[in-house]
């Protein structure tokens, strides 16, 4: 009988770090379908993976990308920067931004120590919010 108990508990250990060691990034405060005003709080989250700063080669770390309104990412190239992809190169995990009343879809990619996403990569599900 005991043993059948060990089993158990070791198998619900094992399964535990299993979950545990996922690599996920997603958005802690906001979610698909949310309406929001501007200036918009957003804080990042991060699962399987610790942050650090663009530049900085520690192994099972990362930066955080957020996508505003973009459809396509070629994953093995850097992450551009522009008004629709930002860069939190200094270990951000929050930030406030501004955008226009009407609908906006945001994706959040964690990129490596020189900007290009992980492989296999770690992004978000796209949500879509509206801005009133």
Known sequence: ???????????????????ASEESVYFINI??????????????????KGVAPAGIA??????????INVDDLDLSK??????????????????????TSGEHKLQLVLGDLYHVPHSPPIISKRIK????
């Open 1 to 19: 009988m005991s043993k059948k108990y060990i089993y158990i508990l070791l198998t619900l250990i094992a399964f535990t770090q299993f979950i």
């Open 31 to 48: 979610k698909d379908g949310d309406i929001v005003e501007s200036p918009i709080f957003i804080q990042f989250g991060l699962s399987g």
């Open 58 to 67: 520690k192994e099972n770390t990362g930066h955080h990308h957020l996508l």
């Open 78 to 99: 850097p992450i551009p920067s522009s008004k629709n992809h930002l860069h939190f190169g200094g270990g951000q995990t929050e930030t406030s931004i501004e955008l």
């Open 129 to 132: 919010i509206t801005v009133k």
